[in-house]
Each structure stands twice: as C-alpha cells, then as structure tokens.
C-alpha cells in the first residue's frame, strides 16, 4: 500500500512520461524520396519562393487528411532547393514526422528576402526533444543548408 | 557480239547520269519541284499511335521526376449524384523529363475522388518514337458523364509519324482504363 502511494506521488510529481525525443525521432528529411503517384495525388498546392539569382525554395504540403505513412511516419511536404532554367537537380526530398498531430495543412512558413528563402516547421507546441524544428535555407549563391548546418550547393561542390 | 554489249554499256551510263529526283546533292542542278503521286504513307498505312505508349503503376519517381512535372491539370464529374471523381495529368518538361532506355517519360496520370483519403489509380506514361511536343499535346475532356485524357504525338515531327491518340479513361463506375486495358478502380 505503502510503495503505492509513492508511485503514485512519484507520478504526480513528473506529469505523463514524455520521451526527451531527439529531431531525428520526430522530424526526418528523406533526401532520396521514392514518390508514387498515389502521393503526388494527394499533394496541397505547392509554393515557391526565390532565393535572390536563379535560386528558388518550394514546398508542396500534402494535405493533413491525406498524408502518406510508411512505417509509422508522415509525411508532411515535398520540399525542393533548386536553379531555375537549369537541368540541374533539385535538392530537398519528403519531410516525415512522428506527430503529425501537431501540424496543420501549412506545416512550414517558407519566406525569403532578396538573397535567401527558408522553409520553417510550425508545429502547433514545440516539438520534445526537437524545440527548434526542421528548417531548410537556400541563398542566392545556390547554398543549401539543413538546420543551420551546410549541406550542399545547387548543381556544384560546396 | 561487241555491238550488244555496247548499246548496253551506253544505256547503263546514262541511266547513272541522271541526276536524282530525291537526293539533288551538292553541285546538282537545282530542279523546280516536280508534282508527286503521294508525300508518304497515307494515313491508314501509318503505324497506330497508342502503342507508342504505355502506363506503369507501380514506378516512383524521384525527386528530380517531381520537379520536372508541370501543375495539374483536372477535369471532373459527379458520380451517383454525390461522388464527384477527378482525373487530373501532370506533364513531365518537354525538355527535361525521366528515361528508361528508348521510353521516355511523359506524364503522370491519376485519378480519385474528393473525400479525404480517397483511393487514387494512376501511373507514369511513357512514350517510345513519339514526339509529344512542348505544348504537351493533350486534352482533358468529359464526354457523356465520363473522363477522358487524350494523348496526340505531334505529326509534324517525322520521326513521330503515326495515326490516332493514346486515351486514358475514367468511365461512370470509377474505373480507368488506358488504351482499353483497365488499370484499377476506385472503390
């Protein structure tokens, strides 16, 4: 009865078990996306925004009723880096969640200024483990960075 | 003896001299043009169209094949008064578009209905000896309650000489069909 009561304080005192959960585990960027039609068919209207030069940041939400799961993520948004005019490949892929329930149907703000557009998660509550969200940033010289760190360049080297 | 094999020789020779109606070349004598029976093949003798086509269900595409799909265009109808169901087609850049050997890609085509989560049928079309050109030469349409996508090579393009369209179909009861072979319905 004893050991009870203290479980039961216990409880009381560090409020419903939430994982200290790593971005990794919640928020997750497949850069090599296999899309199927079926996904293309339940995408929002995708956005664009340019990054000064030739250089422009997109986001194609999929609707919050309808987003694809595989493996018990969803996915929020195909998100692009890319060159205007240029065959040359875009960068980006499908951004997945483990809680979809805090996004709504514009899970990102994607803004610009003349020389870079950058895409921001807007979870409805800071995600645990993961307070500053998913963020992807293009500049005008073609640079990709992922959460503020450097990933690649547009259709060159770094 | 001799004189045979002479007045052949001398008919062999001017046969080679004459200058080619078709080839003309270099240092030819410019000819005006000369009335022709026919311009080609007529239009029956041409190979069909739609079997310069095919539809894959079950090929993703990556994100590069994303970016190169141009907006969705869509055309709809009511089913059963209620349902309303939507063929939508996304064209690959006339310029800039996927390939599997001698099949390149030309669009992507689904169809669904509008409640959330609704079953979707579709596929990647591909084209082989085509040339579909940089307008997308195709046509959405609804005929007698029933969807239609309407694929048409351009034929000024002589290596895309062919008669007839590659059509993609939505009937009444949800199921596609493209060139007359069902690919799914939806439930």
Known sequence: MRGLFIGLAISAVAGPAVAAAACGDVLRLDKAP?????????LGAEEFKDAGGDYYLSVAPFRSAERPERDGWRA??????GERGLSVEDLGGILWTKRPDQFGDKPLRLEATATKARATTMPRAPLAGCPKGFSIEIDS??????DGAKWKRVGGPW | MVRPLLALLAVLALAGCKPSQNQGGMGAPAEAPQPQASAGPSPADLPECRRR??????RPLSLDDFSNLAAASSVSTVRMGTDRLTLSYRAFDYEDHPDDGAWNGVGVVYARGDQAGAPVVGGVIWASDVEIGSSGGYALELRADELYLTLTPNDADPPARCRGSYVVKLDTDGVLYADGVKVGTLQ
């Open chain 1, 141 to 146: 010289e073609g640079f990709v960075m992922i």
């Open chain 1, 76 to 81: 929020l948004a195909i998100i692009k880096a």
């Open chain 1, 34 to 42: 296999a899309i199927k039609v079926e996904d293309v068919a339940r």
């Open chain 2, 53 to 58: 086509f095919r539809m894959v269900t079950d």
